[in-house]
């Protein structure tokens, strides 16, 4: 069993503990195949991390992220985001898709 960030859980992984949203209502038994639209249930409750069973040689981590983020766009990100909570994980969850949404269109582009 591992905590994995919601970022990092992938369609086919398998619950090893309920899945309860912030008010403890179970939104996924034990032992039950995450889905796409799991996923998109656990975002919209806000669901941060999901505990989940991992093959021995399997590991999900940060590094599993392919292309660092360029420090001018986190900046320029973070100045957009300034008045927010971002501790809140919704708020937290908009600020990760913003930031990959910049760096992918940026990186798209020719220099």
């Keep these: 069993m591992k905590s994995v960030k919601i970022k ?7 619950t090893a503990t309920e899945v309860k949203d912030r008010m403890g ?3 996924l038994t034990q032992g039950k195949t995450i889905t796409s639209k799991h996923l ?8 941060t991390e999901v505990n989940i069973m991992l093959p021995e040689d399997t590991s ?3 590094a ?12 320029k990100m973070d ?3 300034k008045f927010t909570d ?5 708020v937290n ?11 992918k269109s940026l990186g798209d582009t020719p220099e």
């Design 8 to 14: 990092f859980i992938r369609e086919g992984m398998v």
């Design 79 to 81: 100045e957009l985001f």
């Design 60 to 62: 999900v981590t940060e």
């Design 86 to 90: 971002r501790r809140h994980p919704i």
């Design 25 to 27: 209502r179970t939104l």
């Design 93 to 103: 969850e908009l600020y990760n898709l913003c930031l990959a949404r910049k760096a």
């Design 40 to 47: 998109k249930v656990f975002k919209t409750w806000g669901v």
């Design 64 to 75: 599993d992220v392919e292309n660092p983020i360029d420090p001018k766009i986190i900046s």
